[in-house]
Structures are given as structure tokens and as C-alpha cells.
């Protein structure tokens, strides 16, 4: 296993200090600047005050972003997996339609 690195990172005007493996610094890093994004436009918008309610309203918006996202690619599957059950179906129907002496 990677030995941790520290990864230092600044949300909201204040520093932070996350362990993580060096394969992971990349995604983390991503997500710290997403994260600050979401609260500076959250704080942008004048209408919640505080580092902590901020915060939370963030984490409540991401939240709701990664459920809807993976709802939207839970029913993509499903249909994905209606349309190859089909092409099955109509697979084995004609491999039993084939002529008599064709591998089946």
C-alpha cells in the first residue's frame, strides 16, 4: 500500500490539512476545488450567512447532485439492459429458426 501524503487545500478562505494516497491526491484535489466552488457561490448569493450553514447547504446540493446522477444512470442500465435481454430473445429465436443441420 501507498504511504499518505498530505495534501493542504483551502475551502472558503480557510486551510485545510487531508491525508490521502498519492493515487488519490488528484480526485481529492478536484473535489476540494468543487467543494469551494459550491460554497462560494452559495455564499455568493447573499442569501445564507454563516462558514456552517454554508457548509451544509453545500454538502445538501452535492448531495442531491451524486443521487440524482446515479438515479438517472440506474435507469439508463435498466434500459440497457431491457434492450440486450431483446436482442437475446431475438438472438436464441433465430439460432431456433436456423435451417436443419446448422449448430444450434
Same mark, same amino acid.
Given at each position: ?7 493542504? @487545500? ?46 451544509? @447547504? ?28 431483446? @436482442? ?17
Amino acid at each position: 500500500m501507498s504511504e499518505a501524503v498530505a495534501v493542504d @487545500m483551502r475551502i472558503l478562505d480557510k486551510d485545510y490539512r487531508v491525508a490521502c494516497t498519492p493515487q488519490e491526491k488528484p480526485a481529492l484535489v478536484n473535489a476540494a476545488r468543487y467543494l469551494d466552488s459550491k460554497m462560494r457561490e452559495i455564499k455568493d448569493s447573499g442569501k445564507i450567512i454563516g462558514s456552517e450553514r454554508i457548509a451544509v @447547504m453545500a454538502a445538501l446540493n452535492i448531495a442531491y447532485e451524486l443521487l440524482r446522477h446515479r438515479d438517472d444512470h440506474d435507469v439508463d442500465l435498466n434500459l440497457a439492459c431491457v434492450e440486450i435481454k431483446k @436482442m437475446q430473445d431475438k438472438l436464441e429465436h433465430a439460432l431456433h429458426l436456423s435451417p436443419k443441420g446448422a449448430a444450434v
